[in-house]
């Protein structure tokens, strides 16, 4: 079976690439570039196209499809022979897939349930990469604004942060909150 | 007040205003609705999210409507377009030496005229075995209709004599740069985009083709319409509180801010303000220029969806040869547009509501008075550029009788 993928992110469908060669495919295109997608397509005749759900080039593949169904190797949308809970699956973890009439369903579906496994999977990586960097940016605005404590009022910097902690609990806000109210003063203040 | 949650999916066009406007000027709050926006770059997506329950309701290209309703490349989901979000505000942009070449310099022409030498342009480029290559931003769009019935008026075959591709709106300017298509005919603010850039020169509006062309509709499941009507009917009443507001002059600078925040048009206030207003810049170098008909998303009862529209798209339909004419999908087609349900959503609020729910398009001369059940109606010239008008009964006639083939 030879599978295209399109996906303008480029890490996302070489996760997906991945996950289906674990799984035996092995004739698998990447395209993440709009420039020439269906020409590019039509040479290499795939027998399912898998793309993002919300990748702006569909509706330009969604018209190849139309007329290549009059020529040779008619494509349709994979909704014509999976079932809908695939589909919802599908849809809801961002991935819309499209097959050439005559594909075995049970191979499509096959193909169809690692590319949502993929999707699911990268988006968890994705928000678990945004919450590392939420903390990264988070420590970085403590330690500015434990340095503002200790130069301005003299502490230690296990003071500073206490200082910090108990204004924090004090006010039932996050600590990365106060450091962020305490540096936004700071500037007001041009450090009088 | 608990507000229902309501969710429109969109894409980043002007004429996603009204639902857009719904919510920031609090009329879907005033109507009971937490409305919520979800923004997408190609109607594929637009209509996968309404299909599988990620939106309520979407801002749609009109024909994609039908297309849907009567399973047009994928299985048939019967939608319903109880609400008009615009008509017109698109155009056709040529490659500027091209557009040179049929006499276009920049100026809105006559569209006849044109016609005539853009046939003969392609005709010669067919005969060279180099025809020209037009993209239109989807295969069921009033765009793409728009230019095939222009193009069949002018003397050509659009199936035959020209390559007609789809381009998702924002990447068309570059493709006219690039060389990959020679025409695009697409909405605002994209033709801009392509004339700033140096690339083309607007040849037309389609309001030259057709002075009130249907554009975007409210679509919804038609199931979840019928289940939820009350809800419906909200939404339509809060929309039309938007068109409302849409059309004070005053508010012109508020409205284009907010369309061109991040979240919405993501653009320049300046150049949609300039849509907003209805000039159009042609050509580099010049300054936009007010086309009267350019856009309506409010006056003359512009959000009331009339069948007959729906009837002429179906008939484009069929004339491109993307739909099998039988009598049982033109009732279908027909059908998608309610009249109905925009009469018991609105009449509460005394706006002017026509009698009749089709008319023959095209037919208005002059700005005319119409029937209606309440108020005042008038409705301004809405003529096709070949002269013709469009009877959806005497069309649903023929298709009947079979000698629509």
């Known amino acids: 079976m030879r599978i295209a993928i399109i996906d ?9 690439a991945e996950g289906l060669r674990a799984s035996g495919v092995t004739d698998l295109t990447i395209f993440s570039d709009r420039t020439g997608l269906v020409a590019r397509l039509q040479e290499l005749s795939p027998d399912v196209v898998l793309i993002d759900l919300a990748n702006p080039s569909r509706d330009e593949l969604e018209e190849w499809f139309a007329v290549s169904r009059a020529i040779s ?25 499209y097959v050439v009439d005559g594909m075995k ?6 193909v169809l349930d690692v590319a949502i496994k993929r999707f699911n999977a990268f988006a968890r990586l994705r928000s678990e990469l945004d919450d590392v960097r939420g903390q990264l940016a988070e420590r970085k605005t403590v330690d500015a604004a434990k340095a503002i404590l200790m130069k301005k009022r003299g502490l230690d910097e296990p003071a500073a942060y206490a200082a910090l902690r108990k204004a924090a609990m004090d006010s039932s806000r996050k600590i990365g909150d106060v450091a962020d109210a305490l540096l936004t003063a700071e500037k007001l203040m041009e450090g009088l | 007040m608990t507000l229902l949650p309501v969710r429109i999916g969109f894409l980043p066009l002007v004429d996603a205003a009204l639902p857009i406007l719904a919510r920031e000027l609090g009329f879907a709050e005033e109507e009971g609705l937490a409305l919520d926006l979800v923004r997408d770059m190609s109607w594929a ?20 409507a039908i297309a849907t309703t009567l399973g047009l490349g994928r299985p048939a989901v019967s939608l319903s377009a109880p609400f008009v979000l615009g008509l017109n505000g698109n155009a056709i942009t040529l490659r500027t030496g091209l557009a040179a070449h049929i006499g276009a310099t920049g100026l809105p022409g006559d569209i006849a005229e044109i016609g005539r030498k853009f046939a003969a342009l392609a005709l010669a480029r067919k005969a060279a075995g180099t025809p020209l290559r037009l993209a239109v931003v989807h295969r069921y769009s009033s765009h793409n209709y728009m230019l095939r019935y222009w193009l069949r008026g002018s003397g050509i075959d659009p199936n035959t004599d020209v390559e007609i591709v789809t381009i998702a709106p924002p990447f068309t300017a570059d493709a006219l740069a690039a060389g990959e298509v020679d025409g695009i005919c697409v909405g605002a603010p994209w033709n801009s985009a392509a004339v700033e850039r140096g690339v083309g020169t607007v040849i037309a509006t389609t309001s030259q083709i057709w002075r009130r062309g249907v554009e975007k509709v409210l679509a919804i499941k038609t199931a979840r319409m019928e289940a939820e009507l009350d809800l419906t009917q909200a939404l339509i009443r809060a929309l039309y509180k938007a068109g409302i507001a849409f059309v004070e002059p005053q508010r012109v600078d508020e409205i284009t801010a907010i369309l061109a925040r991040n979240a919405y048009l993501d653009g320049s206030a300046a150049a949609i303000k300039r849509v907003v207003q209805d000039k159009v810049l042609f050509a580099k170098g010049q300054d936009p220029l007010h086309v009267p008909d350019f856009m309506f998303q409010h006056r003359e009862a512009a959000n009331f969806p009339w069948d007959s529209q729906a009837a002429w798209l179906y008939a484009q339909m069929c004339a491109a040869g993307h739909a099998v004419p039988n009598v049982q999908d033109y009732e279908s087609a027909r059908r998608v547009f ?22 023959l398009e095209g037919s208005i001369k002059q700005s005319l008075g119409v ?3 309440q108020g005042r109606l008038i409705l301004g010239a809405d003529g096709f550029f070949d002269g013709q008008s469009f009877d959806p009964d005497a069309f649903g006639a023929l298709v009947k009788n079979g000698t629509i083939a």
Do not use: N, Q, W
Not at chain 2, 45 to 51: A, F, G
């Open chain 2, 338 to 359: 309610r009249p109905d349900i925009y009469r018991r959503a609105i009449a509460a609020t005394g706006a002017p509501m026509p009698g009749a729910s089709a008319k």
């Open chain 2, 45 to 64: 997506t637009v209509l996968d999210r309404l299909l599988y329950g990620h939106s309520d309701a979407a801002h749609m290209i009109a024909p994609l």
């Open chain 1, 73 to 97: 190797r008619p494509i349709a949308m994979f909704v014509d022979r999976a079932d809908d809970s695939a589909i919802e699956a599908a849809i809801d973890a961002g991935v819309s897939a």
């Open chain 1, 8 to 16: 303008e992110s480029l890490a996302r469908a070489a996760v997906i």
């Open chain 1, 105 to 110: 369903p049970d191979r499509i579906r096959s």
């Open chain 2, 371 to 373: 029937g209606t059940t």
